[in-house]
């Protein structure tokens, strides 16, 4: 069983993963979409910097004239109808 210390302020505790699951568990049916939204939000965060770093890191994207665009605009309209 690993054991990971976590700190909360003013408050040192060592639990497993286990052992925090079960005490998640515990929480009322509210209170635990609020920690899977919050660990949620962390991975998002996470992913979305690395996508904006890739991104950033990608050679600028050729230019697209306002022609160009409606092409495919009228493209697209016409093999939705």
């Known amino acids: 069983m690993r054991l ?3 700190t909360i302020p ?3 505790v060592q639990l ?3 052992q925090l699951i ?3 568990r515990q929480l009322e049916p509210v209170e635990r979409a609020e920690l899977a939204k919050a660990l ?4 998002l965060d996470i992913e979305l910097a690395q996508l904006i770093a890739e ?3 990608q050679p600028p994207v050729d230019e697209i ?3 160009d665009i409606l092409a495919e605009v ?3 309209r016409q093999h939705r109808s």
């Open 4 to 6: 990971a210390t976590i």
């Open 10 to 12: 003013d408050v040192k």
């Open 16 to 18: 497993s993963v286990e």
């Open 22 to 24: 079960a005490a998640a």
């Open 40 to 43: 949620t939000d962390d991975d």
């Open 55 to 57: 991104l950033y890191g």
């Open 65 to 67: 004239s306002d022609d």
């Open 74 to 76: 009228s493209a697209v």
